[in-house]
């Protein structure tokens, strides 16, 4: 395979163009949730750092890169400074295989929108958001204390019990996409979205990327009310950032996700591609803050408990449902 | 069905914080717009005058004495007129929890609240109070009222006429 110069760049401007957007989108998120929830609780939110406060993202980066970088005694000291990155790296890799608009034409070559179109982009999403979680237990383990401990047991405790609903929840898209390939799955819902198809995986996929991207009914390994902060509790600083940027990065990319899959992706009447896909994601990253508002955090057994004994069967039996129409259609 | 009964629960929280999102804030915002306090607030204390111009205190220390917090110190003097007055008085502003003991303990209502919550100071120093600056030239939330008028202790006015006053009575004409 010959590599044309042209290509390259395409390529690499391509990844620097999500690397940014990704990072800014983050940033506001983290502003759009403290408006939203300062409307909800009837406050203004912020509203000082330049007009409306759309320069408080960077007034916080800026106190983040500032401030002490504390490592606790007893640390280990490589593990705790390697974790905020493995918990922020798997998050913005993830976004690698999402189909982000409808395939372009730039000087002759064909730009898919997509940095990489994996053949098994499903997989790898699931691998990475497998690996995303080790950034937590480390950074856990490593801070040598008692709430950070706490809180990344509940971090794993917790992955083991929404990763294979979460999983399992997929199979029907699959079946139905026949492929593993995100663009392929994207490309077969050009007619109808599956959410139509599959409104109970698409419920049972929302709950558990909720519990992924630990927001509130699930934010178990961070519950401020118990833990102080579970597993950041001693991070500061930027390192204490990349984590937070991460849970926002994280909350960019599964809704992107849940929009590939269930909502059609790029596909949307009327409008470029890029933005229905961009209005889809922001509609889950609204969806979340707004559960954030509203519901209170589920006890650490109830969340095992729904995740075992509700989620997995349910998702199994969809399958199954799903496994027998395909074959009485034919 | 214990399933639609909780999912009917989360959908009515959802509406409700759906709702209040478009629901004016109650913020004020402090600096640029300021609620204006009731009459009665508690904030700076002040010693007020009395309609004839003459201070109050007359050092009892009895503000000093309910203070919880002990942050009200005074000398008391007398003047030659039989007129008690305090010679220094001192507020620690610093140490005032505004809790209104003192104006409710001041028998001659020369101790006040006001709703002046607007008090910051650089230096910690500033927040100490004297005499001078605690001193205001009105009445207060009592405009009538002078205490040595009901006193009947001969410093305004001649004992016997005060107000609601008898004259003294002579008491060798108290015979049986």
Not at chain 1, 75 to 92: N, S
Not at chain 1, 178 to 199: N, T
Not at chain 1, 261 to 271: E, K, N, S, V
């Amino acid at each position: 395979m010959i590599y044309d110069p042209i290509d390259i760049a395409l390529i690499l401007t391509k990844i620097a163009l999500v690397f940014f957007v990704i990072l800014t989108l983050a940033a506001y998120l983290v502003f759009a949730e403290r408006k939203v929830l300062a409307w909800i609780q009837d406050r203004k939110g912020p509203n000082r750092v330049g007009p409306f406060g759309l320069l408080q993202p960077l007034a916080d980066l800026i106190k983040l890169l500032t401030k002490e970088d504390f490592r606790p005694i007893g640390a280990d000291k490589w593990l705790f400074y390697l974790a905020p990155a493995m918990a922020a790296v798997p998050a913005i890799m993830i976004f690698a295989v999402i189909p982000f608009g409808a395939p372009l034409v730039l000087f002759g070559h064909t730009v898919q929108l997509q940095v990489s179109d994996l053949n098994v982009g499903l997989l790898l999403f699931m691998a990475l958001s497998s690996i995303a979680v080790y950034g937590v237990a480390l950074g856990g383990w490593a801070s040598n204390s008692k709430y950070a401990l706490l809180g990344s047991i509940r971090g794993l405790a917790q992955l083991i019990s929404y990763e294979l609903s979460m999983g399992l929840s997929l199979v029907p898209v699959v079946m139905l996409a026949r492929s593993f390939r995100l663009s392929d799955i994207v490309d077969a819902q050009s007619g109808c979205w599956f959410i139509v198809y599959q409104p109970l995986a698409f419920m049972i996929f929302l709950i558990s990327i909720a519990a992924e991207c630990k927001r509130i009914p699930f934010d178990l390994p961070e519950a401020e009310g118990e833990l102080v902060a579970g597993f950041h509790t001693e991070y500061s600083g930027m390192r204490f950032g990349l984590f937070f940027v991460g849970e926002y990065i994280n909350i960019v990319v599964l809704g992107g996700l849940a929009a590939t899959f269930f909502l059609g992706g790029w596909h949307g009447p009327f409008l470029p591609p890029v933005v229905w896909f961009a209005g889809k994601v922001l509609a889950f990253a609204f969806l979340f803050i707004w559960m954030r508002g509203t519901l209170p955090r589920l006890r650490y057994d109830q969340l095992m408990h729904f995740g075992w004994k509700i989620l997995t069967p349910l998702a199994l039996l969809n399958i199954l449902a799903t496994g027998w129409w395909l074959v009485l259609r034919g | 069905m214990r399933i639609l009964s909780d999912i009917a629960a989360i959908m009515t929280g959802m509406w409700i914080t759906w709702k209040h999102m478009f629901r004016r804030p109650v913020t004020v915002q402090y600096p640029e717009e300021k609620r204006q306090p009731y009459p009665r607030y508690r904030a700076r204390i002040v010693l007020t005058r009395d309609p004839d111009g003459g201070e109050r205190c007359v050092a009892c220390q009895l503000c000093s004495a309910a203070c919880p917090v002990d942050c009200i110190t005074m000398q008391s003097a007398e003047g030659d007129n039989g007129r008690r007055f305090a010679e220094w008085f001192r507020i620690n502003f610093s140490r005032c929890i505004f809790c209104g003991l003192c104006a409710e303990a001041c028998p001659t209502l020369a101790i006040q609240m006001t709703p002046d919550f607007e008090i910051c100071k650089r230096d910690v120093m500033d927040l100490i109070y004297e005499k001078e600056e605690l001193l205001i030239d009105g009445c207060g939330k009592s405009p009538d009222y002078n205490f040595y008028r009901h006193a009947g202790i001969g410093v305004t006015q001649p004992r016997g006429t005060g107000v609601e006053e008898m004259p003294p009575v002579d008491v060798r004409g108290l015979m049986p």
